[in-house]
Nanobody, 126 residues
Framework: QVQLVESGGGVVQAGSSLKLSCVAS????????MAWFRQAPGKEREFVAS????????DYRDSVKGRFTISRDNAKATMYLQMNSLNLEDTAIYYC???????????????????WGQGTQVTVSS
């Protein structure tokens, strides 16, 4: 399984921006759909955004549409999450995940993702 490492989290004020990165350990990344999930304190982990292996299909949860942008650079084996207009409800640990099948179409089901990073903390303050 591909190894994933997230970075870019931090403490920011409401209305600010952050860009998360997820670096994969090998070139199988380019054939894998990817996703970002997050887990807020006391809540279950939830889907944030996904991107197909080509980058041509992207999906977002409603609460982040228009504020977050998922992207990938297969040459660098890296996925990104640009987060703008952050609000208090965005505070969470953010995880990147790789889909379980090569060339598969991403979805929102946590159980369909086989590889996970360790997470990066995003804290939004008022």
């Amino acid at each position: 399984q591909v190894q994933l490492v997230e970075s870019g989290g931090g403490v920011v004020q409401a209305g600010s921006s952050l860009k998360l990165s997820c670096v994969a350990s090998d070139r199988t990344f380019s054939n894998l759909a990817m996703a970002w999930f997050r887990q807020a304190p006391g809540k279950e982990r939830e889907f944030v955004a996904s991107i197909s292996w080509t980058g041509g299909i992207r999906d977002y949860r409603d609460s982040v549409k228009g504020r977050f942008t998922i992207s990938r650079d297969n040459a660098k084996a890296t996925m990104y999450l640009q987060m703008n207009s952050l609000n208090l409800e965005d505070t969470a640990i953010y995880y990147c995940a790789a889909y379980r099948l090569m060339l598969g179409t991403p979805n929102r089901a946590e159980s369909d993702y086989a590889s996970w990073g360790q997470g990066t903390q995003v804290t939004v303050s008022s």
